[in-house]
DNA sequence: CTGCCGTACTACGACAGTCGTACTATGTCT
DNA sequence: AGACATAGTACGACTGTCGTAGTACGGCAG
């Protein structure tokens, strides 16, 4: 099983989670899982690095939070949840872009 | 004009150093020019994140260095070259391998 | 003959993002 | 009672990249 590793993907674990937040705000226990499930395990985001990633772009304008009961019942606990805002899209948009060249450049070093 | 970002091709730049040196050795200047003109510049590698991998493959047994005039007419002019070892070589094919898996799982993620 | 550009580096410190480790706390399953 | 899943926070270390600066030589223009 080959590893991807930490300097490859980082710049694009941000991008991910926005990705994760296109269909609605979640949180992230919910977003680990989801970004495990749709590499079918082959990228498991670090919870140190998920987190720290909600903090960075908050203050970058990326994401909002809110906090909201966990289920609908109202029994008091709590999560906290992420929504991607306008700037957020637009970055996202952006990296997307990025990507297209990126791997147009890194595929001309690549020899099989 | 996108411009790469230092944090996506971080990890890469060992892997596009390696692939000049496939050719035989050569020396910083010169791949840095190689890599400038094979990516229509759309990547142009900083001489210090040049140097300094030079210094962690070399420690890494990936590259070996040897000094050598500039051209061959021995006029005393020298230069620091490089080649890549066997161990350098199979460094580069498991990047190789790690781009497809990574090409692939960052796909999933971008949306046009 | 002076200054600038291209070549060919080295040194040093700052910074950002990731990661290891550890800790808290609740609920459910066995 | 203890393990496991959930849902995080705190803190310090590490790595690779980058900005800045400085050295040194050769060639060419003005």
Redesign the interface.
């Known amino acids: 099983m080959?590893?991807?590793?930490?300097?490859?993907?980082?710049?694009?674990n941000d991008?991910?989670i926005l990705?994760i937040l296109?269909n609605g705000p979640s949180y992230g226990y919910e977003i680990s899982k989801q970004i495990k499930s749709?590499?079918d395990e082959?990228?498991i985001i670090k919870e140190t690095t998920l987190y720290s990633a909600f903090t960075r772009m908050e203050k970058n304008g990326f994401i909002e939070s809110f906090t909201a009961d966990q289920d609908g019942s109202g029994n008091g606990k709590k999560r906290t949840y992420y929504r991607i805002t306008d700037l957020g899209m637009q970055f996202y948009r952006?990296k997307?872009?990025?990507?297209?060249?990126?791997?147009?450049?890194?595929a001309?070093?690549?020899?099989?």
Chains 1, 2 share one sequence.
Do not use: N, P
């Not at 080959?2 to 694009?12: A, K, L, M, Q, T």
């Not at 001309?108 to 099989?112: G, L, Q, T, V, W």
């Open positions: 080959v590893e991807i590793s930490s300097d490859v993907i980082r710049g694009y991008t991910m990705f296109l749709i590499t082959k990228y952006a997307c872009e990025e990507w297209d060249i990126t791997q147009e450049v890194v001309k070093f690549i020899r099989h």
